[in-house]
């Protein structure tokens, strides 16, 4: 007779055992941590960049990063130097609102019309289709070299790219909704509250942040082509004259700029979209 004894063989369960690898993980990707990384990386990078300037690089091509500090130092530390980055920051602020406003109401009037935007949008396309810095020359003709051609210039580039973002949202606009709230009594100003204005505001948003670094871009070749004063003309002054640390330096601060006016963006994006109740639906959904 042959008798069978029952063991239990107690294991590890696989989401313990592999519990503590996680959390390390997960200690890697943590907020501090990146910052920290980061840093790391910016660090070894100007090391890397201080060693190899003179017997790896041409000095006089890259400079060395105290070179550039001494210069950054120098472009702050004067009044010129201030007045040219507010006068390239007004250029930026102003041809970048002109823009917009621009852009919104040609497709706001254009999404709204539908027979008007298919006759229109081809020609609309076409005129996009230009470089906006070959069109620097011809704002120079008409408002010369001071600030409204650099102005004409950055606007002309983002009106463009907010114009798509709306005309596109109009035409994306789900006709559904509309005649839901038609049908529960809703009027023009229910149709735009609950249907148009969350629908756009997603790419009117993503329209302001890809529009902010056209708008610099826009300014800065327009102050290369002819200005007497501004970043862009620092920048050109410097590479005429083989100022390597001073191109970087202006360069650093064309950095800071773009990246202040996209954090100011990114803000108003948040608060925007927390008022209208969309922010939600960026989180994204917990793993099951």
């Not at 003179?54 to 010129?80: F, H, I, N, R």
């Not at 609102?97 to 040609?106: C, H, P, S």
């Not at 949202?169 to 249907?195: A, F, I, P, S, T």
């Amino acid at each position: 007779m042959t008798t069978v004894t029952d063991k239990t063989v107690t294991k590890p369960e696989p989401a313990a055992a592999g519990r503590p690898a996680r959390k390390a993980h997960a200690g890697w990707q943590s907020t501090p941590s990146v910052i920290a990384l980061r840093m790391l990386v910016i660090v070894a990078a100007l090391l890397l960049w201080q060693v190899m300037s003179g017997p790896v690089v041409p000095e006089y091509a890259v400079s060395k990063p105290t070179e550039v500090y001494d210069a950054l130092t120098t472009m702050l530390g004067s009044a010129a130097g201030w007045n040219d980055i507010k006068v390239t920051a007004v250029e930026v602020l102003a041809g970048f609102g002109l823009g917009v406003a621009a852009g919104t109401v040609m497709g706001l009037f254009l999404g709204s019309f539908p027979l008007l935007g298919r006759v229109l949008e081809p020609l609309v396309a076409a005129v996009n289709g230009i470089p906006k810095i070959a069109l620097a020359p011809l704002f120079l003709l008409f408002f010369g070299i001071g600030p409204w051609s650099k102005i004409t210039i950055a606007m002309t580039g983002v009106a463009f790219v907010v114009f798509y973002n709306i005309y596109l949202g109009l035409r994306l606009r789900e006709r559904e909704l509309v005649e839901v709230v038609q049908v529960m009594g809703g009027r023009r100003h229910h149709v735009l509250g609950y249907v148009t204005i969350p629908t756009l505001a997603a790419p009117f948003f993503a329209a302001l942040k890809t529009g902010g670094p056209l708008a610099i871009l826009g300014v800065i070749g327009g102050e290369f082509i002819a200005s007497s004063e501004g970043v862009g003309h620092e920048l050109f002054t410097a590479a005429q004259n083989l100022d390597a640390a001073s191109e970087f330096a202006g360069l650093i601060v064309l950095v800071a700029l773009t990246l202040s006016l996209n954090g100011v963006l990114t803000a108003l994006d948040s608060y925007a979209l927390k008022r209208l109740g969309l922010a939600a639906r960026r989180r994204p959904q917990p793993k099951k």
